[in-house]
C-alpha cells in the first residue's frame, strides 16, 4: 500500500482520480502549512510519498518516504535535508507557472512599445493625443530571453506566433526538454523555434541585437548581478527591459542609473530589490518605467494548484509504475552543490 501525505489545499478533481487508483491510502492533514512544522509522528511515520510546500521539521520519522513533491519551483527548502543521503526521490513544481509569466511578458511588451502608461495619464488628464508613438507594434521586433526554461520557451512560442524574432542567450545551448512538466500544448519541448542562439561568449552582440531583453534565469550565486553597467549600455537606446524572473539578478544601483539618464528606453519589473517596495524608491516615478507587485506569477493564480496536482498524480503513477519523475532534483541540487 502506497501511503501519499497530503500537506496542501485539495484539488478535488484530481484527488478523486489518485483515490480510484489500486493500492492507494490517502492521508490528508489539517490545515495545510506554508511555514517549517512539526508533526504528529502518527499521523505521518507510514508516509510513502508527501505533498507539500516546506517539508515537516520531524520528516526524519517518515521511515518509508520515497517521495517529497513540493508545491514550489525554488527547492531552498528541500536543500541539506538529508533527503539525498536516504534516498528519497524530490521533485518541485517547475512549469506551473510558465503560462501566466509568458503573457505577462507578452502584456508588457505590447505595453512598453505602445506607451500605454502614456495613454493612461492622457485619459486621466482628458488629453486627446493620437501621436505616433502610441501606435507601434512588436511585430517584427527582435525578443531576447536570457535563459531558456520553461518560461523562456513558452515566450518564444507566444512572440513567434505574434511575428516576433526570437534571440536566446544560453549557457548551455539548446536541448529536449524530457521530464519537466509542460502544460499541454505550450512551451518548446524540442528547442525548436528561437531565430538564433548565442552562447555567453557571444553575450554582448545577444545584448545589441535585442528590442526586448527578457530576464529568464534563476538568481543563484552565479547568476545574482550578472547584469550590470556594461551590460545595460550595449542595449539599444530604443529598447526595453523586462525582469519577471529575480530582481537582484540587475544591479539594483546600475539600473536606477540608467533608466533616469535614458540609456535605454524603459523597463517593466516584476520583481524587485525590497518586498514591498519603499515609497521613496526612485523606481516608482519614472515614467518608462512599469512595476507590478511579483504577480506575473503566484499562487494565487487559478489554475496553480490545479497544476501542482497534475504534477502529484503524474509523478504518483511514475513512481509505481518505475518511469522517470516530472522535475526530479538531483542528489547535486539536495544538497546544495
Not at 97 to 115: G, Q, S, T
Not at 245 to 253: C, D, F, N, S, V
Request: net charge neutral; glycine share 8%; charged share 20%.
Amino acid at each position: 500500500m502506497m501511503e501519499l501525505i497530503i500537506d496542501l489545499p485539495v484539488y478535488m478533481p484530481v484527488l478523486k482520480k489518485i483515490q480510484e487508483l489500486d493500492g492507494i491510502n490517502v492521508h490528508l492533514l489539517p490545515e495545510p502549512a506554508v511555514v517549517a512544522r512539526t508533526l504528529p509522528v502518527a499521523e505521518i511515520e507510514h508516509g510513502t510519498v508527501l505533498l507539500c510546500t516546506i517539508p515537516p521539521e520531524n520528516h526524519a520519522a517518515m521511515k518509508n518516504l520515497e517521495l517529497v513533491q513540493i508545491a514550489s519551483a525554488g527547492y531552498t527548502q528541500l536543500i541539506n535535508q538529508g533527503f539525498a543521503q536516504r534516498n528519497i526521490r524530490c521533485c518541485n513544481a517547475l512549469g506551473v507557472f510558465d503560462v501566466p509569466i509568458a503573457e505577462w511578458n507578452m502584456a508588457m511588451m505590447i505595453h512598453l512599445a505602445r506607451d500605454f502608461k502614456g495613454m493612461q495619464r492622457n485619459q486621466q488628464q482628458k488629453v486627446w493625443d493620437r501621436s505616433a508613438r502610441f501606435q507601434d507594434e512588436i511585430r517584427g521586433r527582435v525578443v531576447g530571453i536570457w535563459g531558456y526554461g520553461g518560461i523562456g520557451r513558452e515566450t518564444a512560442r507566444l512572440a513567434r506566433a505574434l511575428g516576433m524574432t526570437v534571440h536566446v542567450l544560453s549557457r548551455s545551448g539548446l536541448k529536449p526538454r524530457h521530464h519537466t512538466y509542460c502544460v499541454p500544448g505550450t512551451g518548446d519541448p524540442e528547442g525548436l523555434l528561437p531565430d538564433r542562439v548565442f552562447g555567453m561568449d557571444e553575450k554582448d552582440a545577444f545584448l545589441r541585437s535585442v528590442d526586448f531583453l527578457i530576464m529568464a534565469i534563476p538568481q543563484t550565486g552565479s547568476t545574482e548581478g550578472i547584469v550590470g553597467e556594461a551590460e545595460l549600455r550595449l542595449l539599444k537606446p530604443s529598447a526595453f527591459l523586462l525582469n519577471p524572473a529575480r530582481g537582484p539578478l540587475i544591479k539594483e544601483a546600475a539600473l536606477v542609473r540608467a533608466l533616469q539618464e535614458n540609456w535605454f528606453a524603459g523597463a517593466a519589473l516584476d520583481t524587485h530589490y525590497h518586498y514591498p517596495m519603499p515609497p521613496e524608491h526612485p523606481l516608482w516615478e519614472m515614467d518608462n518605467v512599469i512595476l507590478t507587485p511579483h504577480i506575473s506569477g503566484s499562487s494565487a493564480s487559478p489554475h496553480f494548484l490545479e497544476r501542482v496536482w497534475d504534477i502529484f498524480f503524474e509523478n504518483v503513477q511514475r513512481l509505481r509504475n518505475g518511469k522517470p519523475l516530472l522535475n526530479e532534483l538531483s542528489a547535486a541540487a539536495l544538497t546544495g552543490k
